[in-house]
């Protein structure tokens, strides 16, 4: 198995184990109980930054007793725009108030000169454009002042002009800009599906001794058999089948469940979150014999 390599952690906390998007369709489930297999929660901070008043207070309540990851939608690493450097401060402020640690981003691009787009984009595979994000996601990690998780995104096409594979200019991007990789596994598996490539093989293609944090979530079928990445279902079994697989690359290391919409009792993602728990537990003593 490959070792995740030293990391420096911020002086927030870092998350361990099974966790669970923090999303405010929850929230009054979750004040009522969090569920015991629940060891951390990950948010959006563009949602949650310089938000004031009882939804300050009511954040406050889970961020003392619980650890907590940030997982940006709209920083646009990849895009054309100036970074939005404001945001990253209000974001680094908000870890700091917090007490997070960890801050996680998509490779993709979500903004033009009209604004936000509202979707992940995927970028060209091409040595301009390693370049270029890099150099975003450096400046990012100068103004939050710790190494950042950079996300493998879904997509639905491959932008023309393509030098390299996606696997390969997930690599270069991850070492020109000496960043940690937030591994997707739903994600993995859509694209696998949806460009018919092995998501093993693609697994042994990356730096996974960069990988710090993992997602796994459903996603849809279409009538076709194209795969969209929704996190509005269950995860399925090949899913858990390649986070199995996953772990036995990397180890049992932070894993979220995703769900942004039609949401079940908490208690059924709660049995998610478990299986997470149980399977990163099986890694535990696969690594101990």
């Known amino acids: 198995m490959r070792r995740q390599q030293e990391i420096s952690a911020p002086a927030g906390a870092w998350p361990a184990g099974a966790g669970l998007g923090f999303r405010r369709e929850l929230l009054a489930e979750l004040e009522a109980g969090v569920p015991d297999e629940v060891a951390f929660f990950e948010l959006a901070p563009e949602n949650w930054a310089g938000v004031g008043g009882e939804s300050a207070r009511r954040l406050r309540a889970f961020t003392e007793r619980h650890p907590f990851v940030c997982h940006g939608l709209s920083l646009s690493l990849g895009g054309g725009l100036p970074l939005d450097v404001d945001l990253l401060r209000r974001i680094r402020a908000f870890m700091g108030t917090h007490g997070i640690g ?24 091409t040595a301009e454009a390693v370049r270029w994000t890099a150099a975003r996601i450096r400046q990012a990690q100068d103004v939050l002042g710790t190494r950042i998780g950079i ?15 996606e696997a390969q200019f997930i690599r270069a991007v991850l070492e020109e800009a000496d960043c940690l990789l937030h591994l997707d596994v739903n994600n993995l598996f859509v694209n696998a599906r949806n460009f018919g490539f092995d998501p093993l093989a693609f697994l042994d293609a990356l730096p996974l001794d960069r990988v710090c944090y993992l997602h796994i979530a459903g996603h849809h079928r279409e009538a076709d058999g194209l795969l969209i990445d929704t996190h509005g279902a269950p995860v399925i079994g090949d899913v858990w089948a390649l986070l199995d697989a996953t772990y036995r690359c990397v180890g049992p290391l932070p894993t979220c469940l995703e769900r942004d919409f039609d949401f079940p009792p908490l208690a059924e993602l709660g049995v998610e979150v478990a299986r997470i728990a149980a399977l990163q537990q099986r890694a535990r003593q696969a690594e101990a014999a």
């Open 151 to 165: 996300e493998n995104a879904s997509r639905y096409l491959t932008p023309p002009g393509a030098e390299m594979s």
């Open 102 to 125: 960890l801050y996680t981003e998509h490779l993709s691009w979500s903004s033009d000169a009209a604004g936000q787009l509202y979707d992940l984009l995927p970028l060209p595979f």
